[in-house]
């Protein structure tokens, strides 16, 4: 990447030269506009709900209704969208619709029990109707679009985003199929609101049933000519039917948040031009801290490799694969010693 | 407090916008030909001019809109604003890795190059001003972005739907590589306007900034084109007639598309919702061979 050269040294030729009086117009523009130029308006994006069902939909695993306590309509969502939910804690998480996009009065979701996850999934199972939350969304991270034929793949609770696309889809009276994978059958939630649909077009399919789970090969035999695959499950799944699906085939999975920070060592870090300093603790990013004191410091991919919030380093070492020479990937780089000194 | 739905969106049957996010794309050029149109050296150079003039703008956009992300009271805006910030760092990327490829083949590109980057970091860095002024500049910028943005809106549909590129035996990688960027700048296309429209969004401050963008972003092509051809193994002069007959083939995009895309971003209720289709988009994200590999790099 050549993005350091100086363009001191070149001298702008006539069409430069040219380009250049036409931009000092703009430039001489700008400070006409303003004095008219109205203020910034803050939106506010934050959805006050209130949770008006709780159901078990399997064991294990609860479903959800949020709506507006007055009952007005939300805004409008499509199939693979998701919701991020502020939990009483505070903790954001984020949960795929499975409802119905044609109804406007409310969201629903369904969330399995993780006992050994991050917690996000025991606090959802401790809401009761009528508790009060925030949610923001709804985002398209995994949109259905239309195709000659359609094979969803689902593993588990991985079926949420994907029921309301096989709804779209038979209503759109497209060639779909879908295989639900899961540990037995207690662990396949929501299937019925496919089979419901054709229950020809279903197959379900429990390891202990099947002699363990599934080959990639498997949930692709037979995959129609041009249809595509949209996959939601658990990681190695998506993995897994990501690298068996031909060439010339659509693939769609949903997008995950940047994984946990695991095994990290805590570290200080110290912001030169802010005079501010912050502790990075072991199960946090960099960014994360530096965000908490320089909220609209730029970033953007949270892996690495984009190079938006790669900062200049003035002491220290940073460690990581992603760091050019003398800079910090502050998404996911972490200290080699125990303090960095960012020009920052 | 403005409404939460800009003004130019529908409820479809398919979304119009969606969450964005850079990809880790990786290109190989090892194999790619001076011609990669095979026997179309007039339409191959159109296209290679994205390489020379591309990296400094993407770099430029990621600059200024990084500058733009404090002013912004809107998260799902700011969102939009990182997703994008993050595409287009890896534009740059990767037509810089083409023009990396063009210099160890022995072309010096940096006679056209070095004047365009005088032309991002001089004439259109902040020009020296502080304060109030500085972020006034830096709005009409954003407003000058956002004009370039159409047109890219529309080079990047152009080319996803050019079926002459898919029988002209086009190479592969270069293909893929313009029509991944041609769909994330369908993907993203509202995000410079969505901006403009919430620090500013006057009409006539966004539609008196197509007047210079177009006629230079013309003007940087045909200088670009006239670069590459004169440096051509067989040198030639760029001439209307070959344009005309590249356009005709489905090649190059045309005069007639282009004019008539610049005129409709001056209507009044245009937004880039209206234009170009972002299912288009996904459906070739979803089966291009670099933004496969880069979902599975990032997975792994």
């Known amino acids: ?344 | 407090m403005r409404s939460a739905e800009p003004a130019g969106s529908r409820i479809g049957p398919e979304p119009e916008r969606v969450a964005l996010h850079a990809r880790d794309v990786q290109f190989d050029w090892s194999g790619l030909p001076v011609h990669w149109i095979p026997g179309e050296p007039f339409a191959t150079h159109v296209l290679d001019v994205l390489h020379l003039l591309l990296p400094e703008g993407e770099r430029w956009f990621v600059r200024l809109f990084s500058e733009a992300l404090p002013l912004i009271r809107d998260p799902r805006l700011a969102e939009d604003v990182r997703g994008f910030i993050g595409q287009e760092a890896m534009h740059a990327a990767s037509h810089q890795g083409v023009l990396d490829h063009f210099a160890a083949r022995g072309l010096d590109t940096s006679p056209y190059v070095d004047q365009v980057e005088w032309m991002f970091r001089r004439a259109l860095d902040d020009r020296g001003l502080t304060g109030r002024r500085a972020q006034e500049w830096l709005v009409e910028r954003i407003a000058l972005t956002a004009a370039v943005e159409h047109i890219t809106a529309y080079l990047g549909q152009w080319v996803l739907d050019a079926r002459a590129l898919d029988t002209a035996g086009v190479h592969p990688v270069m293909l893929d590589l313009l029509r991944w960027h041609g769909a994330e700048e369908v993907e993203h296309r509202a995000v410079a306007h969505d901006l403009f429209a919430h620090l500013d969004g006057r009409y006539l401050r966004r539609a008196r900034a197509m007047l210079p963008a177009a006629p230079i972003l013309f003007g940087l092509w045909v200088r670009g084109v006239r670069f590459l051809l004169a440096h051509d193994p067989v040198p030639a002069k760029p001439r209307l007639r070959d344009w005309a007959r590249a356009a005709r083939r489905g090649l190059t995009p045309g005069i007639v598309g282009l004019t008539r895309a610049v005129l409709t971003y001056l209507r009044p209720g245009y937004h880039p919702s209206q234009y170009g289709s972002t299912s288009t988009a996904v459906a070739y994200l979803a089966t291009s061979p670099a933004a496969r590999a880069a979902e599975a790099r990032s997975a792994g």
């Open chain 1, 1 to 344: 990447m050549n993005g350091s050269r100086d363009a001191a040294g070149v001298r702008p030729d006539r069409m430069m030269r040219g380009i250049d009086a036409v931009v000092a117009v703009s430039a001489r523009l700008a400070q006409r506009s303003v004095r008219r130029r109205p203020a910034v308006a803050a939106v506010h994006r934050d959805l006050a709900l209130v949770v008006t069902e709780v159901r078990d939909e399997a064991p294990e695993v609860v479903g959800l209704r949020l709506a507006r306590g007055s009952g007005g309509p939300l805004p409008p969502w499509h199939p693979g969208a998701h919701l991020d939910v502020v939990l009483p804690s505070g903790r954001v998480r984020q949960y795929s619709l499975c409802g119905d996009p044609a109804d406007r009065t409310a969201y629903r979701i369904a969330v399995r029990r993780l006992a050994d996850g991050a917690g996000g999934s025991m606090e959802v199972h401790a809401l009761r109707p009528g508790t009060p939350v925030v949610v923001r969304g709804p985002r398209t991270a995994f949109p259905l679009v239309s195709a000659p034929a359609y094979l969803f793949l689902a593993g588990g609770i991985g079926i949420t985003p994907i029921l309301p696309m096989v709804r779209a889809a038979a209503a759109r009276g497209a060639d779909w199929r879908l295989v639900h994978t899961g540990r037995d059958r207690a662990s396949l939630p929501l299937s019925p609101g496919a089979t419901d649909l054709d229950p020809t077009r279903v197959w379900l399919r429990p390891d202990d049933e099947n002699g363990g789970p599934p080959a990639a090969a498997d949930l692709l035999a037979g995959l129609p000519g041009g249809a595509a695959v949209y996959c939601c499950g658990p990681p190695p799944m998506i993995d897994a039917v990501r690298r068996a699906v031909p060439a010339g085939h659509a693939f769609h999975a949903e997008r995950f948040s940047p994984p946990p920070v695991l095994g990290g060592r805590p570290f200080t870090l110290e912001l030169a031009r802010r005079g501010r300093v912050v502790e990075v603790p072991a199960d946090g990013s960099a960014l994360d801290a530096v965000r908490a004191v320089a909220p609209d410091v730029a970033f953007s991919c949270r892996q690495g490799f984009c190079g938006t919030c790669h900062v200049r380093v003035l002491e220290g070492e940073p460690a990581d694969g992603h760091s050019a020479p003398g800079k910090m990937a502050l998404c996911v780089a972490r200290a080699a010693g125990d303090r960095v000194v960012l020009d920052l």
